[in-house]
Every structure is written in structure tokens, then in C-alpha cells.
């Protein structure tokens, strides 16, 4: 954990005033971070030297974010039960609302594949009451992963074997597919894990397993680091483990985190949304994600 960390770096707090903060991305060509307030229905932008505001003042619920390969802000909006991108121009683009002509459940959290495909995770959190969305009862069977085609617009449901998937993230190399299953929110002894798959010729998961389980708390989301490290959101800050499962350590928060990512222009910046706030620190390593396809 010496090695990821800066021990001279403090964490700061960049915002407050949140009523549940989560989703936070970083936009490489604005150089900023946008996140999510989900019950206060907007989506925030933070600038450094200029501080927050508001980037979606109605966001439709909006939960998870992330910045496909044009740069173009793409969210899971708990209302309308989507996935959803915002174009250049100002213009909402629905990518996916139902599967197999049923409506989506909420979709929550989201990442683009180097080869433009859409991954996201789909419980029911959204619809289970009024305060992050609209109360509703499920059409789909169950709460899966999802792989949306960018060419076709194929919509696959490629794991269906979770009871709340949450958080995902690829490995550096995009081998390994890593989702949480956050179910112990609202079953008792449910799981409070993330399971890693591995993906096959045809890149779809396969051989699921348990990689780490997270407490106190859940692994609400969480984000790999260059070297394949997994830094997740916990009950008591950032947990921090190996590529293989081992854990290593973490950043104490003073809040429940919920969703972190890294950015700033060496992608060396970790920022952190946790309950109210949005926070940054420094660390040692940069994250995964590709420059360039951001």
C-alpha cells in the first residue's frame, strides 16, 4: 500500500450538499469531474478554481456515469429506467430501455470497453421507493449485466446470476471483467462482494468467483488501477486490494463512500463520492483507463 499512496497527500473535500453523492467521472477534455445527487435529481460539475454547478439540473434520477470514446457523458437514469448519452450539441440520446420488451429495472452503473461496447449493471434500487426514482414494481426477472452493442444496438444480458449487481470495471488489459453484488442491502446475509469473470474469445464473462468481499459496508463502486489493483468503495473508506484479492489497505473517508474514479491531467487523482460530499487525494499510481479513448 506504500506504493499506491503519497504519504505527504491529504485528502480534500471539494463539495458538500449532497443528499446521497455517487457516479463521479472524470472529463479529460474539460478536465473536470461530473457526479450524480441522486434524490436532489441533478448531476454536478466540479472545475478546479472554479468550484461546482449544476451540469443537469433535472437529471431523471440519473445514478452512474462514464465518458465513452467521444467524450460524450453517458448515464443510468433511475425514472426513466435507461441508459442514456448526452451528445455534443445538448441533445439526450436513449441507448437502452428495455430488454426482451420489458422495461430495464434502474440501470446504475456503467463503463465503455475500449471496443465502444456499453457494460451495465441493472437492480432494482431505483424503484423500490420515491426517494432515488419513482416507485414501480420490476418487469425483468431478475437484475442482470448488461453488454450493449455500439454497432447494432443489441442489447445481451451477459450475467444473470446476481441479486443486486452494483459497481464494474474491466482489468487493465480488459481480460477480466470485476462486478459487485451489493445484495445484503436489503437481504439479510446477502452478498457484499465483487465476483471477476474472465471473458472468452467472443468477449463475453465467464467462470465467476468471489475476488474480495467488502466491510463494513458494500463495494458500491469501485475502479482498477494501472497495475490491476481494485479500489473499491466501502463503509469505511477506500479498500484497496491485489489483482489477486488480496487486501492491501485503504483511504480513510470521514463518510460512507459510494463511487470513486481517477482523473486530473496525469489520471493520478482519486475523487470520491461519499454520502454528501465529493473528495479527492493524490495517490501513487495512475488509473486504468485509456487516455486516449477518453
Known amino acids: 500500500m506504500r506504493d499506491l499512496v503519497i504519504p505527504i497527500c491529504r485528502l480534500e473535500k471539494l463539495f458538500e450538499d449532497c443528499l446521497w453523492a455517487e457516479g463521479p467521472a472524470y472529463m479529460a477534455g474539460a478536465d473536470c469531474v461530473v457526479w450524480s445527487d441522486i434524490p436532489n435529481n441533478r448531476i454536478l460539475q466540479w472545475v478546479e478554481g472554479l468550484g461546482t454547478r449544476p451540469l443537469v439540473s433535472v437529471s431523471n434520477y440519473a445514478n452512474g456515469n462514464t465518458i465513452d470514446r467521444e467524450g460524450r457523458l453517458v448515464?443510468?437514469?433511475?425514472?426513466?429506467?435507461?441508459?442514456?448519452?448526452?451528445?455534443?450539441?445538448?441533445?439526450?440520446?436513449?441507448?437502452?430501455?428495455?430488454?426482451?420488451?420489458?422495461?430495464?429495472?434502474?440501470?446504475?452503473?456503467?463503463?465503455v470497453r475500449s471496443d465502444g461496447s456499453i457494460w451495465f449493471t441493472d437492480p432494482t434500487y431505483g424503484i423500490l421507493t420515491d426517494y432515488e426514482g419513482v416507485r414501480a414494481e420490476p418487469e425483468q426477472e431478475g437484475c442482470n449485466v448488461y453488454r450493449l452493442?455500439?454497432?447494432?444496438?443489441?442489447?445481451?444480458?451477459?450475467?444473470?446470476?446476481?441479486?443486486?449487481?452494483?459497481?464494474?470495471?474491466?482489468?487493465?488489459?480488459?481480460?477480466?471483467?470485476y462486478v459487485s453484488d451489493t445484495g445484503v442491502s436489503h437481504l439479510n446475509g446477502g452478498p457484499h462482494h465483487i465476483l471477476a469473470f474472465d471473458l472468452n474469445e467472443q468477449g463475453l464473462p465467464e467462470n465467476e468467483r468471489v475476488f474480495a468481499e467488502i466491510s463494513p459496508g458494500v463495494p458500491d463502486g469501485f475502479r482498477v488501477d494501472e497495475f490491476g489493483n481494485i479500489w473499491s468503495s466501502s463503509g469505511n473508506g477506500v479498500q484497496v486490494f491485489s489483482p489477486e484479492g488480496d487486501f492491501l489497505g485503504r483511504i480513510a473517508v470521514p463518510e460512507a463512500v459510494s463511487n470513486l474514479t481517477f482523473g486530473g491531467p496525469k489520471n493520478n487523482r482519486l475523487f470520491i463520492t461519499a454520502t454528501t460530499s465529493l473528495y479527492a487525494i493524490y495517490v501513487g499510481v495512475r488509473g486504468a483507463t485509456r487516455r486516449e479513448i477518453l
Open 75 to 111: 448515464s443510468c437514469e433511475h425514472q426513466s429506467r435507461s441508459v442514456v448519452r448526452r451528445e455534443h450539441n445538448g441533445s439526450r440520446t436513449v441507448l437502452a430501455s428495455h430488454f426482451e420488451g420489458k422495461r430495464l429495472n434502474s440501470p446504475n452503473d456503467i463503463v
Open 149 to 177: 452493442d455500439p454497432e447494432t444496438g443489441e442489447l445481451r444480458a451477459v450475467v444473470r446470476s446476481m441479486v443486486k449487481p452494483n459497481g464494474l470495471a474491466f482489468s487493465p488489459d480488459e481480460d477480466r471483467l
